[in-house]
């Protein structure tokens, strides 16, 4: 269902200048919650997916999203948005957190760079 135009964005936040209206999107909603004007203007590089693992031999489906994102730097940015998530978001009632982890990603090749170099040469 598309949003109402007024104030401009889809969280119609009571700290845009000059919006009065009542919020559009409810307070503990997840996209409100890990919006970048929620969160003090933190953004991630995200991809979900999902995925089906057969079953656990008791008739339950091993399935779920598989959630990955990239930044610069996790503390300040995915850890304060995960906090924020696992606090407050409604979604949460629907999950389980099986596990994070979190690896070093050397940067893309550019003409006549290998792999990695950024990193090794340092
Ligand atoms: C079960 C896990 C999750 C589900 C089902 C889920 C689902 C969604 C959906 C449907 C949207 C709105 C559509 C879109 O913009 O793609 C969204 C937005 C977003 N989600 Fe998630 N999400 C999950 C976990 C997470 C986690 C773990 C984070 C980060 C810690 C995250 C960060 C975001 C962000 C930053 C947005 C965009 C908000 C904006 O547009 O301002 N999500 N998510």
């Given at each position: 269902m598309p949003l109402p135009a007024r104030c401009g964005t889809r969280g119609c936040h009571s700290r845009i200048p000059g919006c009065s209206s009542p919020p559009v999107i409810a307070t503990a909603a997840?996209?409100?919650?890990?919006s970048a004007e929620s969160l003090?203007?933190?953004?991630?590089?995200?991809?979900?997916?999902?995925?089906?693992?057969?079953?656990?031999?008791?008739g339950r489906l091993d399935a779920g999203p598989f959630f990955i994102a990239f930044v610069r730097d996790p503390a300040r940015r995915f850890v304060?948005?995960?906090?924020?998530?696992?606090?407050?978001?409604?979604?949460m009632e629907y999950l389980e957190h099986t596990g994070p982890a979190v690896f070093a990603c050397p940067?893309?090749?550019?003409?006549?760079?290998?792999?990695?170099q950024a990193l090794l040469e340092s």
């Open positions: 997840h996209i409100r919650l890990a003090g203007g933190v953004k991630i590089l995200r991809r979900g997916y999902n995925f089906v693992d057969g079953t656990d031999g008791q304060p948005m995960q906090r924020t998530l696992s606090n407050n978001d409604v979604i940067p893309g090749l550019g003409p006549g760079s290998y792999w990695g």
